[in-house]
């Protein structure tokens, strides 16, 4: 997976981006699905979303829903038990292996490590000082964590990118201000029908961060 964006001062730059398939959206739906799941454990939507953009879970999904992985065996492994079936357990393994890293003494072996706390491996739901919402809070909590999961896995299939690199690219802060200014305040929209035109915005910005034409671009 690599980077390649369109330069606006040389359009003849290849520019790597392909149209989404309805397999391609049942995938987006499905990360979705996650980041609303992340919400329903306690974990706060931010917190997930670094933890879970940079780990290797999100990596092996990343290659098992690109094309260069799209008839590896894993690809069913992950379609069907894990994510069609229980979302729960990738929010929890993500977050579980962020708090068995996290806790590691620098010269540890980060495999050995793992694989001694997977010896008494307990996945909870959080529900120590969880974030308590307003029922509208909720929904647009909900809402949002939806809607950012559902970009993301749209930005790295388009570009068959992986998680870290859209992620290092767009970090949650930008894509909630970008929610916030894209979205209708009534949070009616259809991510099929408009996902690849957010993400086109969204490569509009880059592309003018990149060649440092934004304010070309966005005049």
Known sequence: MA????SPD???VIRIQRELTTRDLI???MQGSIFMTAIDLGYDIHEFTDVYMNSQVAGV???SFSEAGADDELMGVLQIPMLLKSPEQIVAVCMWLDE????????DNPRIAVANAAKNMELYMRTEDEKQYTY???VQTYIYAYWLGYIYRCECLLHDESSRMVYGA????FMRETYRQMMPSDGEFELNDCGQEICRRLD???VGKLWKGADKLLK
């Not at 980077?3 to 369109?6: D, G, S």
């Not at 068995?100 to 010269?107: F, G, L, R, S, Y």
């Not at 767009?170 to 802060?173: A, D, L, N, S």
């Open 136 to 138: 509208e809070e909720l």
């Open 170 to 173: 767009f970090p949650e802060p």
């Open 204 to 206: 509009i910005l880059l």
């Open 61 to 63: 999904i990343d290659h």
């Open 100 to 107: 068995v890293i996290a806790k590691m003494n620098p010269d």
């Open 10 to 12: 040389n359009p003849d």
């Open 27 to 29: 995938f987006c739906d």
């Open 3 to 6: 980077l390649a964006r369109e």
